[in-house]
């Protein structure tokens, strides 16, 4: 009783397949190594930097929801809803591009930050659930909404067209 291997399947499983880039109409898109964007620099080499960027700018505005909340005297839930909307989720919008290239344990910041927004809206207490909170406030999570906003402003520029793409994905005449 023990493993054997199979010496045939390892050796095809071991070599590893050449990823072909992207293409379009086929013609390969370049990969950019290094791309400046929202002040950060965006690589292959994923730093926490550009989640914690965008986690500190949400923050503070988690103070004025909070004034503007205030139970008994303060806004009802569509107006807090609609400042959530109208200033913190503008900015995960705006750094979609930018925090596609994490996971979903990497953008757990930002999903706190949304988590403390909605508690906050609702006047619910921390034990209530986020499913819950989303379900009522109609918010999908922080991931989901980034993968919505890059697709939708890639198929944009690549229906509409860009001219940095046009120019790029454009075959040759001869």
């Known amino acids: 009783m023990g493993l054997v291997i199979n010496e045939r399947k390892a050796n095809l499983q071991a070599k590893g397949k050449v990823s072909q880039p992207p293409t379009v109409n086929n013609v390969p898109i370049p990969r950019v190594h290094i791309h400046k964007y929202l002040g950060v620099q965006i690589s292959f080499r994923k730093s926490p930097q550009p989640v914690h960027y965008v986690q500190d700018l949400c923050l503070l505005w988690l103070a004025p929801l909070q004034l503007l909340a205030n139970r008994g005297l ?15 989720w503008s900015l995960f919008d705006y750094a979609a591009p930018v925090l596609i290239q994490f996971s979903a344990t990497q953008l757990r910041p930002l999903e706190l930050v949304q988590n403390e927004a909605m508690w906050i809206t ?17 918010l999908p999570s922080i991931m989901c909404r980034v993968q919505e906003i890059t697709c939708r402003t890639v198929s944009r520029m690549l229906c509409m067209g860009s001219d940095s793409l046009k120019g790029k994905l454009t075959p040759p005449v001869s």
Do not use: D, K, Q, W
């Open 74 to 88: 303060g806004a009802g839930i569509p107006v807090l809803r609609m400042f959530y909307i109208s200033v913190i």
């Open 122 to 138: 609702l006047g619910c207490p921390r034990i209530a659930r986020i499913e819950v909170l989303r379900a009522e406030l109609y």
